[in-house]
C-alpha cells in the first residue's frame, strides 16, 4: 500500500468558476440594489416635488380665501370708521359701537385648516417663501386675537382707535396675501426663485 499522501479531490483552480460566478452573483446583487436606490431616490424627489407642488396650490387657494373674507371686514369697518360721526348723532354714544362689536366679533371664527394640517410640511417650499407663509399665519392669529381685544374695548374712543389700528392691518395684510399667492403660482410653475424683498408694514406691536 502506498504511504504517499492522497491528492486532494479538488484544488484551488477548480473553485475559481464557482467564485468568479458568486462574486459576479454578487456584484450584480449589488448594482442592483445600488440601482434601486437610485431609482427610489429618483422616486423620491419626483414625489417630493409632487406634494410641494399640491402644498403650494393648496395653500395659496386657501390665502386666496382668507383674502376675501378680510376684504369683507375691511369693507365694514371702513365704512363703520367712516360713519362715526353719523353713528354717534343717531344712535347715541352708549351704544353706537354695539353693531361693529357683533360684525367684528366673527373675524376670530377664520379658519385655517389647511395651513394647520401642514405645519410639518411647509419646508417642502422654497426656504424664504417657507417663512413668509408661517409668518402671515402667525400674523393672523394675533390679527384675531386683537380683534378679541377690539370688541372687548369698554370706551367708544378705544374701540375707535382700535378698530383703525386693525383695519390698517387688515388692509396690510390684505396686500401680503396677494403676493404670497403669486410666489406660491411661481413655485408650483417651477419659476426661478424671485429672492428677498422687504417686508409688509405691521401696525399691531403698539398694541399687542
Known sequence: MSTEPAQAAYEFKDFVPLIAALVGGLVGAVGGNLLKYHLDTKHSERSRDEQAKILSDSLRGEIKSLRDQ?????????????????????????????????????????????????IGRIGLLWNLLSKEVVEFYA??????????????SPKPDVFDRRAGIFLREVESMKEEATVISARLLAFSKGDPYPGKRQGRQKHLFKEM
Open 70 to 118: 378680510m376684504k369683507t371686514f375691511e369693507r365694514a369697518v371702513s365704512g363703520y370708521i367712516g360713519s362715526i360721526n353719523k353713528r354717534i348723532e343717531e344712535a347715541g354714544e352708549s351704544d353706537w359701537t354695539e353693531g361693529m362689536r357683533h360684525d367684528l366679533k366673527y373675524f376670530t371664527e377664520i379658519d385655517s385648516p389647511i395651513y394647520n394640517a401642514s
Open 139 to 152: 400674523d393672523l392669529e394675533a390679527l384675531k386675537r386683537f380683534s378679541q381685544r377690539t370688541v372687548s
